[in-house]
């Protein structure tokens, strides 16, 4: 396949840009859903260990890719422990 790419990219040189944005789009959602799996609180992997690791996160535990506004260093807990 890699071979029938290369070929093509030698006799359509226009192309090379359209392999370039699609290889690095689907680079970029196959990290990112890996990032989902591995680092999010609401994936559980080990059930036995750690079966609600949602409850694990203090409020100033950031999980999210990107917050505009929030310093999640000033925040304060503001529910009962669990």
Do not use: C
């Not at 591995?38 to 203090?58: A, M, T, Y």
């Not at 310093?71 to 807990?77: A, T």
Request: proline share 9%.
């Amino acid at each position: 396949m890699l071979r029938q790419i290369i070929g093509q990219a030698k006799r359509h040189p226009s192309l090379i840009p359209l392999f370039i944005f699609i290889g690095a789009g689907g680079t970029g959602a196959a990290l990112y859903v890996a990032r989902l799996a591995l680092f999010n609180p609401d994936v559980s992997w080990d059930r036995k260990n750690n079966p609600e690791p949602w409850n694990k996160l203090g409020p100033n535990d950031q999980y999210k890719f990107y917050s505009v506004n929030v310093d999640y260093s000033k925040l304060k807990k503001e529910g009962p422990d669990f």
